[in-house]
């Protein structure tokens, strides 16, 4: 049976405090659920996005073929995370671009669009947003908290911030903070948006022009990262676009590679928003719980009293096994109860949106023990 | 003793012929020498550069201090190349913009600046256009071509075209091809710098700009691949610029990591030219003598008589061990004599350039024994 979404959006007038010192206010939060919630509000799981994903987490819309969520592999009736079983909760952070409010809408202090004055948000204001949104949806206590990548780190922080609210927290692709490298990727994509003559200093929206070529190339290095070495040389090798000679071109496309990426690139700049780019990085920069511990991740989990599944690929580059191990470790030296995963996968980080079936059995099972936590 | 350099400039009038099917005439080429030619001409060791080096290999200018050349740390009196034994060739290649004809010269069959008009050179072309250089200095055979990355490539070219002029090779940090990985960051670079609204197609000489937001960001990646990320974590890790506190911005630095790659593009952009960027990434990117074998690289290598000296480093991820093993294992398929070091160094593809003692007594001890063939 296909799973029909429906996308609903709760507006909140009272002002939320963020960590820069900052405050946003009248702002909405587009939000998705699947399943129902039972009768003790006791099945409720809350699905984190990563950079570039929104609230349309599984299921498709009335009507539209091929809009399934982004994690319709993993969410849906009879799959891992089993919405006959579960009441499974997307929503869209704060500052991105598909629904909730950011940097493309009003201020209500100024009446105008928000655009670069947008507030730095961080890991921990989303998890406070979403707090509020279980509130207003009366949900007490998660069964589960998830999330691939950044919203590895929210579903974490969520342990942190709000240890009594969530039982589970499954952990996956994820790292306990983003490594020099991590934030330099991240810097190099800033740049390519940020000195982009469209940028306008991130008020564009008033020039009616967008900082597509800064969005490119700021997809392509994601891309890239996202990839592993392995999987580009299979799909792509050294392929050649057209036939079989060289072209000698610099300024053409001559390998598929190369096609690929600027494909990638065109079609993020044609629906990504530029500042909401900048937040997230941002977002994925500061997120660093050890930093408040004296760089101890295990002062830091001491906190959490959930009990954890982290999974990790072994071609992630951009997250790689050792960051979800620090993260286990950290667990570990803390007697928290903790299963974790390193599947074998030739995909990279972007292995976590894939159906592995390794993968998403680990998933299933460790769902399953859930659900039988309270009976279903 | 402090070695003195000098540069010069040889001028080539006939056409040469490109793999492209382009010529390009009237043509010079910037080289320095070090030490002396002896009587029988067998000492001389051809130098070839990487994307952003020069002729400039040894040595300092008279009265500019902290002028060493690119190589200054394997390249001199008493060091691994010893120039009091070897007489060293460093030579800008065609296309690059540090003396040699490129794309910021004019054309002879035009009167007009090349800009993005400069053919596109291939690793072959620089090979045919050094062996003129070497037919000009009346030196028939090398005792050795030796390069780092791209500078390996021309090395390893230098058996397959002239496998009857070179007597040994040195291939340090390089490989026998791009992956698509590598290709992909290099058109992630060339596309950040043709999309620059300065770029004007290549032709923005005459307009009096510089594409210098695409070199910034092209220079950005570049330098994010040259680094390991052991070494960028152990130099930079989190460390923010100033103070302790975040600063809250999308903008603006907050992590070192940052500050160091915007100086490190800024740098680049104010004396690198782009066109060069453009022609010198796609020379790598073309790269790949296998290819004329049916995609063997040990039938590719039975060309070559040269004695080989191969050398990696652990943490190159841009030209990985495994890359130098590829050619290690197809010269030995051809009965080769082979040495391999591949060296444990934490600084990524950078350590090429650098001072690791067990790297620079593994190439002194291989110079000693080709001196030792002339009785130096």
Known sequence: MTLIAEPKSMHFEPPLPLRSGATVRGYDLAYETYGSLNADRSNAVLVCHALNASHHVAGVYAGQDRSEGW????????????????????????????????????????????????????VEDWVDAQARLLDGLGIEQLAAVMGGSLGGM?????????????????????????????????????????????????????????PQRGLRIARMIGHITYLSDDVMNERFGRQLRSGLDFRYTTQDIEFQIESYLRYQGDKFSEYFDANTYLLITRALDYFDPASRHDG?????????????????????????????REIVKALLDNHRTCSYAEIDAPHGHDAFLLEDPRYLSVVRAWFDRIAAEFGR
């Not at 009879?78 to 929503?91: A, L, N």
């Not at 994820?174 to 000195?195: D, G, K, M, Q, Y």
């Open 71 to 122: 994690w319709d592999t993993m969410i849906g009736p009879g799959k891992p995370v089993d919405t006959d079983r579960f009441f499974v909760i997307g929503v869209n952070n704060l500052g991105s671009c598909f629904g909730s409010t950011g940097p493309m809408h009003l201020n209500p202090d100024t009446g105008r669009v928000y655009g670069a004055d947008f507030p730095v948000v961080t």
């Open 154 to 210: 929210q579903a974490l922080s969520w342990t942190l911030q709000y240890p009594q609210r969530v039982r589970h927290a499954a952990v996956i692709a994820s790292a306990p903070n983003l490594t020099a490298e991590n934030i330099a990727f991240n810097e190099v994509a800033r740049r390519a948006i940020v000195t982009d003559p469209d940028f306008h200093g991130g008020h564009f929206y008033q020039h009616g022009v967008v």
């Open 296 to 324: 101890s991740l295990s002062k830091a989990l001491a906190a959490a009293t959930a009990r954890f599944l982290l999974v990790s690929f072994t071609t992630d580059w951009r997250f790689s096994p050792h960051r979800s």
